[in-house]
C-alpha cells in the first residue's frame, strides 16, 4: 500500500467521521484514566455502565480513595477482573495525590508509572485528553492495520510505529478513533462487513466478503 492510498483511506474516514472520538463516557481527565483502565478485557458499553455508577459517588482520587477499595469493588463488580482493577485504581489514585497533586499527568512516563495503565492506556489519555498525535494500539486496530495492509505488524508496538510513520500528520489526531470505530462496526474478526465498508476498493485483505 502506498501513502496516496492511505492518504485516500483516511479522506475518506474523516469525510464520513468528521469528528470522532471515544465512546467512554466521561467529564474529566481523571474520569477518562479511570475508564480506560476498567475497559481492558471489557466492552465500553459495560465500562460505561459501570462508572455511570461510580462516578455520581466518586469522580476524583480523594473520593475514590475514601470508598475504599471493597466499596469500588462494589460498584465495577460487573467488569472482568474487577478485584485487580480496583486494586490498581486504588494504588493510582493514591500515586496521583502523593506524586502529581490530583491531577492526572500528560507525560507519557508519568502515565506509565501509575498502577495498571500501560502504554495502550497512555496512548489513550494522551490522544483523547491532551491531544497528542498518539496512536492506541488495541486488538480492533490491530486487525484493521494489518488485514488492510495500512501498517502490517507483527505485535502491537511495531504496528503503532508503522502507523505513525506512515499516516499523513494532518490525521494522526482522529485516526485512532477512526480506525478503532471502522473495528468495532465494520472490519469484524470473524465475519467483516466488507459489502458495506467505505474503503472496501483501498482495502488489500484477499478475503473479502461481499455479502
Known amino acids: 500500500m502506498n501513502r496516496q492510498i492511505r492518504r485516500t483511506i483516511f479522506e475518506r474516514l474523516r469525510a ?5 472520538t471515544t465512546e467512554l463516557v466521561y467529564d474529566t481527565p481523571f474520569e477518562l484514566l479511570i475508564a480506560v483502565i476498567l475497559s481492558a478485557q471489557a466492552t465500553d458499553k459495560g465500562v460505561n455502565k459501570a462508572t455511570a455508577r461510580l462516578f ?3 469522580n476524583t482520587p480523594q473520593a475514590i480513595l475514601d470508598l475504599g477499595v471493597e466499596g469500588l469493588k462494589e460498584q465495577i463488580r460487573t467488569i472482568g477482573l474487577y478485584n485487580s482493577k480496583a486494586g490498581n485504581i486504588i494504588k493510582t489514585c493514591e500515586q496521583l495525590i502523593r506524586v502529581h497533586q490530583g491531577e492526572v499527568p500528560r507525560e507519557r512516563k508519568a502515565l506509565e508509572a501509575l498502577p495498571g495503565v500501560g502504554r495502550k492506556t497512555a496512548n489513550v489519555v494522551l490522544n483523547t485528553v ?3 498525535p498518539t496512536m492506541a494500539v488495541d486488538t480492533h486496530i490491530f ?3 494489518n488485514r488492510t495492509g ?3 505488524g507483527k505485535n502491537v508496538l ?3 510505529r508503522k502507523l505513525l510513520r506512515y499516516i499523513d500528520r494532518e490525521f494522526l489526531l482522529d485516526a485512532h478513533h477512526w480506525l ?4 468495532r462496526y465494520t472490519c469484524l474478526a470473524r465475519k467483516p462487513r466488507c459489502g458495506s465498508c467505505i474503503i472496501e476498493d483501498l482495502c488489500e485483505y484477499k478475503e473479502k466478503r461481499l455479502d
Open 16 to 20: 464520513h467521521n468528521p469528528e470522532p
Open 56 to 58: 455520581p459517588l466518586a
Open 130 to 132: 491532551f491531544r497528542e
Open 143 to 145: 486487525r484493521v492495520a
Open 150 to 152: 495500512i501498517a502490517r
Open 158 to 160: 511495531e504496528v503503532e
Open 180 to 183: 478503532i470505530l471502522l473495528g
